[in-house]
């Protein structure tokens, strides 16, 4: 079945809309789910709670890209339940690792407002369409979907320590990219 044919199911109110959503994106999802939380049984509760908000969410939301959207859906449901997995027991994983290389572009700090927040989602799309396209997939795969290195270095023939000289180049660049912008102060 088309997105467009799912999306109107959704906007229809019909329930096949989500059988059909599943269908064809369950794996996809669970596979965002899955490389942030690394449990089966987590990941699987993300994926029916993606079902749900995408219900919610359409209409009045009508997504561009019904793949993309879910995924986003997807990828904050399975960072909110790391949150709080990890609330009590810190440590492991591969989302704490791309938090702490984020970290080093972005810095700690926190945003004082949704704008701003916002500004610097646009920033940071802008930025990732400057990469070249072999640089930018790697970067996406790891800090989007948070791939490990030995993933992404299996998917492009390369070493690990290739893959993490081309993600340290890329953060060293959006760190740069961001001080232009000037989310981030050049004296810190």
Known sequence: MTDERII???????E???????LKYGAYCFSVANNILDNRDDSEECVNSTWFKAWNA???????VLKLFLARITRSIAFTRYTERTALKR?????????????ECIGDGDAATEAELNEL???????VKTLPERERD???RRCFYTESIQSIAKRYGISGSGVM???SRARKKLREYLMKEGFID???
């Open 58 to 64: 359409m209409p009045p939301t009508r997504p561009n």
């Open 8 to 14: 109107e199911l959704y906007f229809s109110r019909d």
């Open 91 to 103: 440590g492991g994983g591969q989302a704490a690792l791309v938090l702490d290389e984020l970290s």
């Open 138 to 140: 790697v970067l996406v």
């Open 16 to 22: 096949t809309a989500i059988s059909e959503t599943s």
């Open 165 to 167: 000289s081309a993600l």
């Open 121 to 127: 989602r646009k920033s940071v799309a802008a930025f």
């Open 186 to 188: 050049e004296r810190k």
